[in-house]
């Protein structure tokens, strides 16, 4: 079963910092990978899509990229403020023949004023 | 595009009662996701539909949980009885699904149930 892991749970930076969270999954067979964000008590906003062909996304001061083979994909924040204080949720399209996204424990982040 | 629109958004209710959430989907989307999220088990999926047919409902806890998709446009996730162990944020997602799924998810904003 594919499995998804985030590290760090948590992480605190002061504002201005450029960042990277890690995403690992253990099932290289994988149509794309998403990344997302979850505000407190808020639903999930997706960030960045990248599919198993492409190596990175960037959208403004993201960028992420994919390491199919190994299993890994990294989220770089650059310049961090604090709104973009929240938690961000990697996850995983699986091919396994049905339509399911694995999702990992996410990485919540503070930057600090 | 409005996305993907759940109601409603809070919901508290006793236990024992029926609870009825409610999806509408992204227009042109053709599978639709259920998820449940609490603290201890982050999101789970419990549900999914292509075409409006239920592919995988292997995440249904138990009986009491059931889910309709009567066209493409609404879903519905229903519990009865509710319980408190219910209590959970509940997310409605859709995507465009060909065959090669190369389309992210689009989440709605969720509704927050709480069996008291």
């Known amino acids: 079963k594919q499995e998804v892991t985030q590290i760090p749970a948590a992480l605190s930076v002061p504002e201005g910092e450029n960042l990277v969270l890690n995403c690992s999954f253990t099932?290289?067979?994988?149509?794309?990978l998403q990344w997302f964000r979850q505000d407190p008590g808020k639903g999930l906003t997706s960030l960045l899509l990248?599919?198993?062909?492409?190596r990175e996304q960037t959208s403004g001061r993201l960028n992420a990229s994919l390491d199919k083979s190994s299993g890994r994909s990294t989220l770089y924040i650059a310049a961090s403020q604090p709104g973009d204080s929240a938690t961000y949720l990697c996850?995983?399209?699986?091919?396994?023949?049905?339509?399911?996204?694995?999702f990992g424990t996410g990485t919540r982040l503070t930057v600090i004023p | 595009d409005a996305g993907v629109i759940q109601s409603p958004r809070h919901e508290v209710t006793e236990m024992g009662q029926e609870v009825t959430l409610r999806c509408k989907p992204i227009s042109g989307h053709n599978s639709l996701f259920w998820y449940r999220q609490t603290m201890m088990r982050g999101l789970e999926l419990l549900i999914y539909f292509n075409n409006n047919v239920p592919i995988d409902d292997s995440g249904m806890p138990e009986d009491r949980f059931s889910a309709k998709m009567p066209n493409a446009s609404f879903s519905t996730l229903k519990i009865q009885p509710s319980e408190p162990r219910d209590s959970a944020v509940y997310f409605c997602?859709?995507?465009?699904?060909?065959?090669?799924?190369?389309?992210?998810?689009?989440f709605g904003s969720g509704t927050r149930l709480t069996v008291v």
């Open positions: 990248i599919q198993s062909s492409q």
């Open positions: 996850a995983v399209l699986h091919q396994t023949g049905a339509n399911n996204l694995f």
């Open positions: 997602a859709s995507s465009y699904y060909s065959g090669y799924p190369n389309y992210g998810y689009t």
């Open positions: 099932d290289s067979a994988i149509y794309n």
